[in-house]
């Protein structure tokens, strides 16, 4: 069986894949201004949205007109008679797209990005790495299998990844409104409304995410409607992508995690997922979780291993991880293990550099290579930066590439216990092919406490 979040049924696929193309970049083409085929309660399956078409206009003037007229817009994103207003994306180039709120009301501004998994909202939407950010979601159906009930404070239960939603804002093109699913609860609208999170449905996403490829990653504003455009822009909340990110994300103390008898790990948390933590103390691991400003020479040693976890940002805004992580890597036989950010921080500390990609890896369906073996794997990324490989010192080599674009997805040491990928192991959500890596380091940690390094 499955995870929780596979939905039963995937029956609106072929319908709204549309009619076949004969060129690779078509132009989209256009669907109808009406409803679309209602899906019953009654009959088990999820409800469909109305699909507004999306209207780009200049921010710096006017406001975009709505499609639609307020009442027919509430009833698209509540299902009912109810109002709720039209909500604007307006990206930093002035291209703007107009759909209907069906999360919190208020003006949010940050980093638009998107991820191309088809499940898995869940994790993402609690996922720290999004902390900041508004995160358009490519595949066209969201909410279809609900939201499961809360978990209990100071748990680490799956399918979440931290004990609330961390993205600025959500842009999906179908919010469903009647999920069918055994463990859900509450819709996604509900969810990100109780928890204040504003949210979009009705956008083109495709046309949304073709003008991110094409132009990079943007900034934006998430605005819905209740006052001038310049106005809300200037009320809007956003986060300090460059210090002040970096202490939302991480734990304020230290704390320990597991009590199996296996091997002692140093967790650096500078926003890890819980599934990451999850993996390790299931393989019996004990954890020591601490923030990344904590004191990590002194705790190193008590610990048979260090794991850099994985978080959002630019790895060059924490000089001071960067410069405790390479006082680590002059331990003899330490063995330390990055994912994600951990990669980047690894790298700076060995002397490499990092650069900010055109509009990163978000998805469950990124291929990479092991270099040598020629090995191919899916992996589950989230992440904006990544290693230039020719800065490398020679004593470090290049362990994995990306398939398709050929950037670093991995580095390792030649002559330490010392490695790290770009991609997350954990999954969470996506593919556990490379779950095998966890187990790689906790024998390396075994090995280095049964030495007594």
Same mark, same amino acid.
């Given at each position: 069986?499955?995870p ?5 049924s995937?029956?609106?696929?072929a ?8 060129k690779r ?9 009406g409803?679309t085929?209602?899906r ?7 409800q469909?949205?109305p699909?507004?078409?999306?209207k780009?206009?200049s ?7 709505s499609n639609?007229?307020p009442a027919e817009?509430g009833r698209?994103?509540?299902g009912?008679a ?28 940050g980093e ?7 499940s898995?909202y ?12 508004i995160l358009?979601l ?7 299998y609900g939201?499961p009930?809360a978990?209990?404070a100071?748990?680490?239960?799956g399918?979440?990844?931290s ?5 600025q ?6 919010a ?6 055994h ?12 928890e204040g999170v504003?949210a ?6 495709r ?5 991110l490829r094409?132009?990079?990653t ?8 209740e ?5 809300e ?15 939302l ?7 320990r ?7 002692r790990?140093?967790?650096v948390?500078?926003g ?19 923030p990344?400003?904590a004191?990590?020479a ?5 610990v048979?291993?260090? /794991?850099l976890?994985?978080g959002?940002? @630019?790895?060059?805004d =924490? %000089?001071?991880?960067?410069?405790? &992580?390479?006082g680590?890597? +002059? ?6 293990f ?7 921080? /690894? ?5 490499g @550099?990092?650069?900010? =990609? %055109?509009?990163?890896?978000?998805? &469950?369906n990124?291929?990479? +290579? ?9 992996t589950s990324q989230?992440h904006?930066y990544?290693?230039?490989e ?13 398939l ?10 030649r002559?330490k216990?010392?490695f ?5 192991p954990?999954a969470g ?5 490379t ?5 790689t380091f ?11 390094r």
């Amino acid at each position: 069986m499955g995870p929780w979040w596979v939905a039963p049924s995937l029956r609106f696929q072929a319908r709204l894949a549309g009619p076949p193309s004969s060129k690779r970049y078509s132009v989209p083409f256009k669907r109808s201004h009406g409803r679309t085929p209602a899906r019953t309660p009654q009959s088990g399956r999820s409800q469909e949205m109305p699909i507004p078409s999306p209207k780009r206009s200049s921010p710096a003037t006017s406001r975009p007109q709505s499609n639609r007229g307020p009442a027919e817009a509430g009833r698209t994103a509540t299902g009912a008679a109810g109002s709720r207003p039209p909500t604007t994306l307006i990206l930093e180039d002035g291209t703007s797209y107009e759909g209907v709120s069906f999360g919190a009301g208020r003006p949010v501004v940050g980093e638009v990005v998107f991820t191309t998994a088809m499940s898995g909202y869940v994790e993402a939407l609690t996922d720290p790495s999004f902390r900041g950010q508004i995160l358009v979601l490519t595949y066209p159906l969201a909410g279809n299998y609900g939201v499961p009930a809360a978990r209990a404070a100071g748990s680490l239960d799956g399918p979440f990844e931290s004990d609330k939603i961390q993205v600025q804002g959500l842009v999906v093109q179908h919010a469903i409104t009647h999920p069918s699913h055994h463990a859900s609860v509450r819709t996604l609208g509900e969810w990100l409304t109780g928890e204040g999170v504003p949210a979009v449905t009705g956008i083109d996403t495709r046309t949304l995410t073709r003008r991110l490829r094409e132009h990079g990653t943007m900034r934006g504003w998430l605005l819905p409607g209740e006052h001038p455009v310049e106005e809300e822009q200037r009320a809007a909340q956003g986060v300090e992508m460059h210090r002040e990110l970096f202490q939302l994300v991480a734990p304020t103390e230290t704390t320990r995690i597991g009590d199996g008898g296996g091997p002692r790990v140093l967790l650096v948390d500078a926003g890890v997922k819980d599934n990451l933590i999850r993996s390790v103390v299931q393989r019996g691991a004990n954890v020591i979780r601490a923030p990344w400003f904590a004191d990590l020479a002194a705790l190193a040693n008590d610990v048979d291993g260090v /794991l850099l976890g994985n978080g959002p940002g @630019d790895p060059k805004d =924490l %000089p001071e991880l960067v410069t405790q &992580v390479r006082g680590l890597l +002059q331990r003899p036989n330490l063995p330390i293990f990055g994912v994600c950010l951990g990669n980047q921080i /690894l790298a700076l500390a060995a002397g490499g @550099d990092t650069f900010k =990609l %055109p509009y990163g890896h978000r998805g &469950v369906n990124q291929p990479v +290579q092991e270099i040598g073996t020629r090995r191919c794997f899916i992996t589950s990324q989230n992440h904006g930066y990544a290693v230039r490989e020719s800065s490398l010192p020679r004593d470090w080599e290049p362990w994995f590439v990306n398939l398709n674009d050929g950037t670093n997805e991995g580095i390792r040491a030649r002559f330490k216990p010392v490695f790290s990928v770009q991609f997350h192991p954990d999954a969470g959500p996506g593919p556990r092919d490379t779950g095998f890596l966890f187990d790689t380091f906790l024998q390396l940690c075994e090995t280095a406490r049964r030495s007594g390094r």
